[in-house]
Each structure stands twice: as C-alpha cells, then as structure tokens.
C-alpha cells in the first residue's frame, strides 16, 4: 500500500494532548478502574482536543440505565438523542399494532380459515385412532441435509417463493466441507462455556488517542499475576503482541513522549508464573523453518504498511484476564498465544501502539479466533465507536435483527475482513464506481486507489463553497478549504457507501478540522493510495460494527454508544492544535489485496415482511406434510 512516512507528515511542534477518559458501558459500573484514574480529567470538565472533524463532542452525564457515571465532560445541551433499547422497544411496539391491526382486517376470514382447520384435525385426529386399532405401525424417515428428499423438498419450497439452496456435488470438498461447518456450528454452540459476551478484566471501554495515530485503544491484563498494557485494536491484522524483554521497543520511562498519563508497562517471561514459551511444533507456529535456537523456541515477524514498521520476537502461550458482561460478571482467565516482541520498528516506537497491538483478524492465531474454539464465546464480536473518541469492545455479541449486513470476501490462503462497495454518494452526486475494501479499525484514516479515489474527489470538490487551498507536503490530504466563520457541517457534502446487498454506510465523518499557522482548514480525510482500498477508523464514528465469523458478515447500526449529543455545527472555539495527526495503517504489508470484480446484490427486505414471510412458509410447509400423513 503506498503510504508516506509517519514521521514526514508531522509539523515540527508537537502537541501533548491529554486522552479521552472512558466511560463504563455496563448498568451497575460506575467507578472507573484503578489503571484508568489517571487521565487527565477533573470532576468538572475536560476539553476535547480531538483535532477530527468538526463536531462539538460531548458525552452525556449518565449510562444506559440513568444513573450518574463519572465524566470528564459536563454541560450537555439539550437535545439528546434516543436511547438505542427504548428505539427497538417502540419498534417492537409498532410491529405488534401492526400485527393486531391486520388481525382485525382479516378477521372474519381468520373465521373461516379457523372452521375448516377444525374440521381438518378432527378428520386427521378420528383417522388415527382407526389406523392404530388395525395395528398399524408409524415409522419416520431420516434424512441427511444434502440428500435427495431434502433436494426434492427444497425445490417445491423454492417455487413457493422460499430460500434457493446452492447443493454441493456428493463426495465432493465443498460437500464435505459444508456438512462439517454445519456440524460445528450446531454442536459449538451447546458448548459455549458463558452464555453473554465477555471483554477484558478492566472492562470494555475504549478510547481514541489523538496522539498515537487516532487509533482505538483499551487495557488488557496478561500473566500471573496480571500486568495491565495498553493496546491498539486492530481488525486488519492477527497477531495480538506486546513489548517483552526489549532489544528495540518504545521507551516506557516517560509516558507523557505519548501524551499520555498511562504507565506503559514490559512483559517479563520469568515475571509470570502461568507464562509458557511456544515451541516450533505448535500448530500455530508459522516459522517453524526459522527455529534455529537450541531452546526449539517458536519464533514470529511482521511487517506493517506503515513505514518501515515490524514486530518480532516469540511466541508465548498466558493468561489472559476476561469477565462476562452480565450483572455477576464473572472472572474469566483464558489461555492465548501472543508475541513476546523483543524488536519493534517505524511507527511502534512513537506515534502508534507503542505499548502493544491487539489484532483481531480471521486467523487461527488471532484472540477472537481461540476464545471460540475453545470455547468461550460465540464467534463474533463487536465494537462500537463514539463521535467523541469514546467507544466499547464485546466479544460473542451477534448484533441485532435490524442492523444492516454485508458479506465478507473471504481469501481461504489468508482470510481478512475485505468486503463490496458498489457505489459512494458526494453530496448529490452518485459515484458509480465499484471496489472492495478491507475494514480496519488498526487504520486511521480511509484510503482509495485511482479510479475511485479520483471520482470521489473530484465530486467532492465540485460542491464545496469554500476556497481550495494548495497542497501541503505535511498533510496526507490533497483536498483541503479554508474554513470560513459561518461554517457549519451542513454546508459540506454528505459522503455515503452502498454496500454489496443494499445496505448503506452513512459516513458521519467525512471531513478532519487542522489547525496550522493560527488558520483552521478542514479536509476530505481521504488518502490517495496506489492500489489498496482500506476503509479506516474515520468512516467507522458513530456506528456499532459487528464481526460476525460464523454467519461471514459485517453488521452495522448507528449507535451513541454512551449516549453522545448530536451537534451539527462546527465547534465556536478553534481546535487547539499545532499538528497534523499521523495517518497509521497497521495491518500487516503482505496482506495486500488488489479490487477485483464484484456482483450486486438486491437489497434485504424489512424485518417485518421477512417475518410474514417465514410465517406463511412455516403454515404451508406444515399443512403439506400434514396432508402428506393423512394420505398415508
């Protein structure tokens, strides 16, 4: 992926700009972990320095269930958005008027309908006492999912308008591989060892550090006992690593290089009494050809896109502390494999991840990937991102009925989170040009190649009021304004994805505000790449993102994720800042993948058609094989 150097895009000031303080997600946690006491936040307010785009963020003052939270904000207006549970109650509700309002339409038919079912069963009910009297026996057929009854049966389905089958050949890999996956599904989920979703020991909040790359970062705890280390989230990589008995690693001493009041920690082999080192013959260890020490100690290296960034060192197998998101909130200790990075390089020394990347990719090797198959969770998990840099993570969450969906194209030699963009909206103008994109929250901002980068653009440029300014070797954006006094974010082009299915991406935040020289300009926060189509944090704000690996789908729903005001109008203080925030991409260099051709997809229908609609096929299908029985 092209990609300029980190360190070339900054402006020579830096800026210390304190953290995000987290809000707790869960009714019943209002006390912030001890590890998190130490932001710069006060019991009255906080400013937020967040250099994005120009929207006044504010978090409210209490959680889901109305009590009060701690906050480093205060002064919310009014104004404030829905709660998200009380939106699907009245959607509940308005589905079952609906229901009773076509009840009372076809009443009378319900009526009739109901008569003649009576005298249906009263005819099947006198017939089989009459059977069994003459001694007959009932016997029922088994069938397998793949066989010819079950082919027969779906084909007289499909021309009453249900689901179409695509059959593997008998005896063929995909046959096999099917019976398999289903197998695994169907007995997996009886042995999940927690019903609910799990997230780290500290809790699952989140939070975006301007400072190292505006990525989102949380507290994990490794190791007996526990040492807390604050990690990137990355959906565009696997390995999960932290700094470990250092030959090249980001300086610990002074946490504030990061601004941040974080105290980075090392993880120590011997410090850890559950810690075991991987060994060559691991099923997991993919250098196994590069074992070479006496120790046969199982060795790892990647490399990032960003600039000459790398992680490597050994894999190590410990303890990784959890707890179940319920209102016991059990401890949970999990046993994974993560790299023990004795040599970082590029970006992990100072603007990114400095203190460990937390990769949460489709691999064997990746977190997400052990808790399922061994059991702790169901295979998929979600994260959720707020428009003031706050936000959660829930491992085993499924999302909900009325999220949006689109599939993922997965490459079976290195599986990633690539999905279908059939079509961006500028403003009023459709951009008809199709790519796919992998979706990584491990990079800041979203990158497209030519043509599609060239047409968004463009389109975007013809619609915008103000001046043009001219380009700026610091600033990784080619479209950039001044931002004139009356500026309000209804003045600039609206930016939205259409999604293979049908399914729309509206991007809250299309736009970054950057302060340089005592002048305020905003940018279109897209970055030009060669041939890499990357959609970054940025168009992520303001949405709840699930990664659901069993069903191979992204869901998303717009979210406040802990009640956020919603401000359409640039903020009346110029944003404090001096530098042009660092755009990180880390995912691994060799994962590149290359758009290619895709096929559009009709849009799903509503959730209440899909529920008439599976209703009428269930009657039916009842009614037949009741028929069925009765002719026999």
Not at 1 to 25: A, D, T
Not at 94 to 120: A, C, G, P
Not at 202 to 230: A, C, E, W
Not at 496 to 514: E, F, R
Request: net charge negative.
């Amino acid at each position: 992926m092209y990609h300029s150097s980190v360190k070339s895009i900054f402006v020579e000031e830096k800026n210390h700009v304190p953290p995000i303080c987290p809000k707790p997600r869960r009714p019943g946690s209002t006390t912030l972990p001890e590890f998190l006491k130490s932001l710069n936040c006060n019991d009255n307010s906080q400013k937020n320095f967040d250099g994005r785009s120009g929207i006044l963020n504010i978090v409210a003052e209490k959680t889901r269930d109305g009590r009060n939270s701690p906050s480093c904000y205060s002064g919310s207006p009014p104004g404030r958005t829905g709660n998200p549970l009380l939106e699907q109650l009245q959607e509940i509700e308005n589905f079952v008027y609906f229901k009773k309002h076509n009840d009372k339409m076809y009443n009378s038919r319900s009526e009739f309908l109901m008569s003649s079912l009576i005298i249906f069963f009263v005819t099947l009910h006198s017939f089989f006492p009459f059977q069994e009297c003459n001694g007959h026996v009932f016997t029922f057929e088994m069938h397998h999912r793949f066989s010819e009854t079950v082919k027969k049966w779906s084909s007289l389905q499909k021309k009453i308008g249900g689901p179409l089958e695509n059959w593997p050949v008998k005896g063929s890999v995909q046959y096999y591989t099917q019976l398999a996956n289903h197998d695994k599904l169907l007995h997996g989920r009886k042995l999940f060892k927690f019903d609910g979703p799990l997230t780290f020991s500290d809790g699952n909040s989140t939070f975006r550090i301007s400072s190292l790359g505006f990525l989102h970062y949380t507290t994990v705890t490794l190791g007996t006992p526990g040492v807390k280390f604050l990690v990137a989230l990355d959906t565009g990589s696997d390995l999960f690593w932290v700094p470990c008995e250092c030959g090249r690693c980001a300086s610990t001493d002074d946490p504030t290089l990061y601004s941040s009041d974080f105290e980075l920690s090392i993880y120590s082999l011997n410090g850890s009494s559950t810690s075991k080192k991987v060994t060559c013959s691991d099923s997991l260890c993919t250098e196994r050809n590069n074992c070479l020490d006496v120790y046969n100690h199982c060795p790892y290296s990647v490399s990032y896109v960003s600039s000459e960034t790398s992680t490597s060192g050994i894999l190590v197998d410990d303890i990784l502390h959890l707890r179940t998101e319920d209102n016991e909130e059990k401890f949970v200790q999990a046993r994974v494999i993560f790299g023990c990075g004795q040599e970082q390089t590029g970006s992990f020394l100072d603007v990114a991840a400095p203190n460990g990347l937390f990769g949460l990719g489709l691999e064997k090797i990746s977190v997400p990937s052990i808790l399922s198959r061994e059991g702790f969770m169901a295979d998929s998990f979600s994260m959720c991102f707020g428009r003031d840099g706050a936000g959660w993570i829930s491992f085993g969450d499924k999302g909900s009925f009325d999220q949006e969906e689109t599939p993922f194209n997965i490459n079976p030699l290195h599986p990633t989170y690539n999905i279908s963009v059939d079509q961006i909206r500028a403003g009023t103008t459709l951009v008809d040009s199709g790519f796919t994109a992998l979706f990584d929250t491990g990079t800041s901002f979203t990158y497209l190649a030519d043509l599609s980068y060239t047409k968004l653009s463009e389109s975007f440029h013809s619609q915008v009021r103000d001046k043009r300014r001219p380009p700026d070797p610091r600033i990784p954006f080619e479209y950039c304004y001044d931002m004139s006094h009356d500026a309000n974010t209804s003045l600039i082009p609206s930016l939205s994805l259409t999604m293979k299915g049908g399914g729309q991406l509206v991007v809250n935040d299309p736009i970054i505000v950057i302060s340089m020289q005592n002048q305020l300009m905003y940018c279109l926060a897209v970055v030009k790449s060669q041939d890499l189509n990357i959609i970054g944090q940025n168009f992520m704000t303001g949405y709840r993102f699930v990664f659901d690996r069993e069903k191979i789908i992204l869901g998303w729903k717009k979210f406040d994720c802990y009640d956020i005001e919603k401000i359409d109008h640039f903020p009346s203080v110029p944003v404090n800042t001096t530098h042009v925030p660092p755009a990180v991409a880390v995912w691994p260099a060799n994962d590149a993948e290359k758009p290619d051709d895709r096929t559009t997809n009709t849009p799903r229908s509503s959730f209440a058609s899909s529920v008439y609609q599976t209703f009428y096929l269930n009657l039916i299908n009842c009614c037949l094989a009741s028929l069925i029985l009765l002719i026999l």
